[in-house]
């Protein structure tokens, strides 16, 4: 005869089921851990080091679970004679009204020399930016402030050799490495070709309906020689995000530029520039138009706003005078 299987005592099931909730909890609780120490990491590279000086990129990796990849932000950590620039340091080296000694990040290292480095640096709300060289003299940091403005002080790549700046007017800066120099730019450009004291610079003028690749002298900001294309029959390039090695080879495969006593710059028979058609042009002016309008709407909004503030702390004013009296 079969034995008989015992039934399982009253309130059994439920505390089975509790007793595995908690451990299901206990095991995601201890799964979360893992994740969270296994898919963030910080990497800490010396990238420029002096007696006096050493700048240390500090990059943070977190995976992306919605990617599954890793996204990497990078900033730099700077030390004079073993400990850390603090950042009230580093406001007296700014000499800048606007800086405080609130927390500084610094987002763009670049070494110039054995004895200095091209710096980027913005206050903890971005609302404040620098671009500086630091370097040292007798034991000391020593800092030139090169750009400060409100926008964006990012160093952006040029020719090698050379770094591109833009100040809040959307002027260019050229910035030779080696041996340091600053060379302001009128008009915000990006650039081609660095070819000695001579740059290619490209330029959408918007006022004119026009595209124009420049050759001018860096030294005195001089124009030297000029390609105007229309805009309503040549695409604009995409050159915002490109190499300066892509941007070289586009220069080259579109134009033919002469140097020497009289500098030229011509579009080249078998060129490789985008045409539109009269109907993509069109369709351009009017979201041109559109996007004026916004910005229009925008501006007035803005300005109506901060009117309305003013009325409203004017009122507030006169409210408390009133009840002084």
């Given at each position: 005869?079969l034995?008989?299987?015992?039934?399982?005592p009253?309130?059994?099931s439920?505390?089975?089921?509790?007793?595995?909730?908690?451990l299901?909890?206990?095991?995601?609780?201890l799964?979360?851990?893992l994740?969270t120490a296994?898919?963030?990491?910080t990497q800490r590279?010396?990238?420029?080091?002096?007696d006096?000086l050493?700048v240390v990129a500090?990059?943070?990796?977190?995976?992306d679970?919605?990617?599954?990849?890793?996204?990497?932000?990078?900033?730099y950590a700077?030390?004079e004679?073993?400990?850390?620039?603090s950042?009230?340091d580093?406001?007296t080296l700014?000499q800048d009204?606007?800086?405080?000694?609130?927390?500084?990040?610094?987002?763009d290292a670049?070494?110039?020399?054995?004895?200095a480095v091209l710096?980027?640096?913005?206050?903890?709300d971005?609302?404040?930016?620098w671009t500086?060289?630091?370097s040292?003299s007798?034991?000391?940091?020593t800092l030139?402030k090169?750009?400060?403005?409100?926008?964006d002080?990012?160093?952006?790549?040029?020719?090698?050799?050379?770094r591109?700046?833009?100040?809040?007017?959307s002027d260019?800066?050229?910035v030779r490495?080696h041996?340091?120099?600053v060379?302001?730019i009128a008009g915000?450009a990006?650039?081609?070709?660095?070819d000695?004291?001579?740059?290619?610079l490209?330029?959408?003028?918007?006022?004119?309906?026009?595209?124009v690749?420049?050759l001018?002298r860096?030294?005195s900001d001089?124009p030297l020689?000029e390609?105007?294309?229309p805009?309503?029959t040549y695409?604009?390039?995409?050159?915002?995000y490109a190499s300066p090695?892509q941007r070289?080879?586009?220069?080259?495969?579109n134009?033919?530029?002469?140097?020497g006593?009289?500098?030229?710059?011509?579009?080249?028979p078998?060129h490789?520039l985008?045409?539109i058609?009269?109907?993509?042009?069109?369709q351009?002016?009017?979201?041109?138009?559109?996007n004026?309008e916004l910005?229009a709407?925008?501006?007035a909004?803005?300005?109506?706003?901060?009117?309305?503030?003013?009325?409203?702390?004017?009122?507030?004013?006169?409210?408390?005078?009133?009840?002084t009296?």
């Open positions: 005869m034995a008989r299987i015992p039934s399982r009253a309130g059994s439920a505390m089975h089921a509790r007793r595995c909730s908690v299901l909890s206990a095991a995601l609780l799964c979360a851990a994740l296994g898919c963030a990491r590279e010396t990238v420029f080091s002096s006096t050493k500090v990059t943070e990796s977190r995976l679970i919605n990617s599954s990849k890793y996204q990497h932000h990078t900033t700077v030390y004679n073993g400990s850390a620039l950042d009230k580093f406001a700014l009204h606007a800086a405080t000694d609130a927390p500084f990040v610094h987002t670049v070494v110039l020399d054995e004895d710096m980027a640096s913005h206050n903890r971005s609302s404040r930016c500086t060289r630091l040292a007798r034991g000391r940091a030139e090169i750009t400060a403005g409100t926008v002080c990012g160093i952006r790549p040029a020719p090698p050799g050379w591109a700046l833009y100040t809040d007017r260019l800066i050229l490495e041996p340091f120099q060379h302001p915000y990006y650039v081609l070709w660095i000695g004291d001579i740059a290619a490209y330029h959408k003028d918007r006022d004119h309906e026009r595209l690749v420049r001018a860096i030294s001089t020689a390609q105007a294309l805009m309503r695409a604009e390039p995409d050159l915002l090695e070289r080879q586009w220069l080259f495969d134009f033919t530029v002469a140097m006593a009289s500098p030229s710059i011509q579009l080249r078998d490789r985008e045409t058609t009269p109907e993509v042009w069109a351009y002016q009017e979201n041109d138009r559109q004026k910005d709407q925008a501006r909004a803005g300005d109506a706003w901060i009117e309305a503030q003013r009325r409203e702390l004017m009122e507030a004013d006169a409210t408390a005078r009133d009840a009296k």
